[in-house]
């Protein structure tokens, strides 16, 4: 996705946007969704692009959030630590998706981190700015509220939903969740947003590598994927979607 500023420089204020293609690129389940364009120009009038090369930290899981991130462009790959030393990812975020809002709403410390998994362009909106946008457009607050309460339930049912599934239909969700074209025809899905490693899938998964290996063998072997230098192309996604349906 290509920038939406241009050559802009890193950590420099914008000084013009176009705020219809940035409401264009937030999701609707983004935080910002349902702003309207002059609550769009304040954050655009507000906000500091940030670049950030593959590998480079953009939050850190502990750290004090004085601000929050607006994805423009570029994966960043969300993380948390476990008390056990282990690492679970949580999401691939992309354009639009916001990053480190909760800590920077409620004061607290970051619960997770946040790493470019490749270049990554964002915009950075510190709590200051953010206050002042609310209180100049206070219904703006209310939407932010339901925002993060549909959030909140939709990661209730997610965690709900994934702790009932065994291994095999839990992995053939998370490849899904993570294939090309969703909606459209079975060729333009098959392959993933991401090239994952087996590791890096056991760990969105939830699942050990052997795990991972085990399952992703016996598909290749009944023709649902392949098997490329360790990264994984869907063959038969009607298949993937049959054994993901499964309890």
């Known amino acids: 996705m290509p920038a939406l500023f241009g050559n802009v420089g890193r950590s420099r204020v914008m000084q013009s946007v176009n705020i219809g293609q940035l409401g264009e690129l937030l999701p609707p389940s983004s935080l910002f969704a349902d702003c309207s364009e002059d609550e769009l120009s304040e954050i655009v009038a507000r906000a500091q692009v940030r670049s950030f090369p593959a590998g480079k930290e953009i939050l850190a899981q502990g750290e004090d959030g004085d601000a929050l991130f607006i994805l423009l462009s570029g994966v960043a ?145 009944c023709g649902i994927v392949s098997l490329h230098q360790g990264k994984v192309t869907i063959l038969d996604r009607e298949a993937l979607i049959d054994i993901a349906e499964e309890w």
């Open 77 to 221: 790959r969300v993380s948390v630590l476990a008390a056990n030393g282990r690492e679970i990812v949580l999401d691939y975020a992309e354009g639009g998706e916001v990053l480190g809002e909760i800590a920077m709403i409620d004061n607290g410390l970051r619960t997770a981190s946040v790493h470019a998994f490749t270049d990554c362009e964002a915009l950075r909106l510190t709590r200051q700015s953010f206050t002042e946008i609310v209180e100049r457009h206070p219904q703006m607050a209310m939407r932010l509220l339901q925002a993060l309460a549909r959030r909140l339930r939709q990661t209730n049912l997610t965690i709900e939903a994934e702790r009932a599934y065994t291994s095999g239909p839990r992995l053939a969700r998370f490849l899904l969740r993570l294939m090309i074209g969703e909606g459209d025809q079975k060729d333009s899905g098959s392959q993933l947003k991401l090239a994952l490693s087996q590791g890096e899938l056991g760990n969105f998964a939830g699942m050990s590598r052997e795990q991972i290996n085990r399952q992703l063998s016996a598909w290749v072997d």
